[in-house]
């Protein structure tokens, strides 16, 4: 016997929770640390413009490196940067060291 139809459900729960996580409104892995310092009493990624910030939350980059950085991991990423920039291109994505800074802004490393 299979269970193919139990992994189905567990699935479609977990695709219902994600649609209701993105229509409420809630980021779901880009929330800023909670003991972090708010910046002119509001979160301190809304210095970066919301339309850069959505780029960089789904920039391949974004997802695939800076998901789970910590501070020290986050040092080592940021040792292989060849440039520093806003966005490039003609979609205008990212650079890598506009993804690091989002995440300094997010995890907000002490010293």
């Given at each position: ?21 993105v ?25 970066v413009d ?25 040092i ?13 291109g003609?979609?205008?994505?990212p ?9 300094l ?7």
């Amino acid at each position: 016997m299979h269970n193919h139809g139990l992994f189905a459900l567990h699935g479609l729960q977990l695709f219902r929770d994600n649609v209701q996580a993105v229509s409420s409104g809630r980021p779901m892995a880009n929330r800023t640390d909670p003991d972090a310092d708010t910046v002119h009493g509001a979160n301190p990624q809304f210095l970066v413009d919301r339309i850069v910030r959505v780029k960089i939350y789904n920039d391949a980059y974004w997802k695939e490196y800076c998901f789970g950085l910590t501070t020290e991991s986050l040092i080592d990423e940021a040792a292989k940067l060849d440039y520093v920039a806003g966005t490039y291109g003609g979609r205008r994505r990212p650079s890598r060291f506009l993804c690091l800074f989002l995440k300094l802004l997010q995890i907000q490393p002490q010293e």
